[in-house]
């Protein structure tokens, strides 16, 4: 997939794949890179990108409201997940997390309980390139905790209501030092999943809530933005011993 940049119009398109808008059609050639500029048939130029997380974020069909790159940073920065590591997702919902780990090099076992949601996430996956990678499953993850003991994944990632039960199998499903990441977008589901952490034995166990604040600069001077939601949910940590 390439992306087509117009001023603030963006347009995710594949090699071979047409682009019909008011600036007029172009077909995007099989050997398309990076850098080039495509015109269209009335001489429009359009700058061709590579697209990067932010701009999948931006256009992978939605199934409702997806994790941020703020809180995706933070469990990347916590756990420390790596090229080549294992993880176990659950609550794939758009499979923004997914994705992004799997541009990492990371391989992962995504379930989403909802049929057609999890039809969305795998089409989201190749237009991020990394079906190989992601392996979409239909389901609820704790009907499959026993299949999946003793797999030894490096972290568990969960943003589902059920979550607090997923932790409670999490000695059986990381690897020693492995973590678990919770997200939640309340409170109570943030305790539970913590009390559920404590009682499983994992170690380390912190939560934060995840906070953005935009900045504005002007004439008149700097501020935060007052605009936008700064809040997006809690995350919790833990880890395996």
Not at 146 to 155: H, I, M, R, S
Not at 177 to 193: D, H, I, L, M
Not at 217 to 237: C, E, I, K
């Given at each position: ?164 039960e997923v932790v409670r199998h999490a000695p059986d499903l990381l690897a020693t030092g492995g973590y678990v990441a ?6 109570e589901g943030t305790r539970a999943a913590v009390e559920a952490a404590r009682e499983a034995g994992l170690s380390d ?37």
């Amino acid at each position: 997939m390439i992306l087509l940049v117009h001023g603030d119009r963006e347009y995710l398109r594949a090699p071979g794949d047409e682009l019909h808008t008011d600036l007029g059609m172009l077909t995007v050639p099989e050997d398309v890179e990076a850098g080039q500029t495509l015109e269209t048939h009335i001489g429009e130029a359009f700058l061709v990108r590579e697209p990067r997380g932010p701009d999948l974020f931006n256009h992978f069909e939605r199934t409702g409201a997806p994790m941020m790159p703020r809180d995706i940073g933070l469990i990347v920065g916590h756990t420390g997940i790596a090229a080549g590591e294992r993880v176990l997702d659950a609550g794939t919902g758009t499979g923004v997390l997914s994705a992004y780990l799997g541009r990492l090099g990371v391989d992962v076992t995504t379930f989403e309980r909802d049929a057609e949601f999890a039809d969305v996430a795998r089409e989201n996956m190749r237009l991020a390139g990394v079906e190989d990678r992601v392996d979409v499953r239909t389901g609820d993850i704790t009907d499959e905790v026993d299949d999946l003991a003793n797999a030894a994944f490096d972290a568990l990632t969960l943003d589902t209501e059920n979550a607090p039960e997923v932790v409670r199998h999490a000695p059986d499903l990381l690897a020693t030092g492995g973590y678990v990441a919770v997200y939640s977008p309340f409170v109570e589901g943030t305790r539970a999943a913590v009390e559920a952490a404590r009682e499983a034995g994992l170690s380390d166990v912190e939560t934060f809530e995840t906070i953005q604040r935009r900045m504005d600069f002007n004439d008149r001077g700097s501020r935060p933005s007052t605009a936008g939601v700064g809040h997006t949910g809690y995350l919790v940590f833990a880890r395996n011993e």
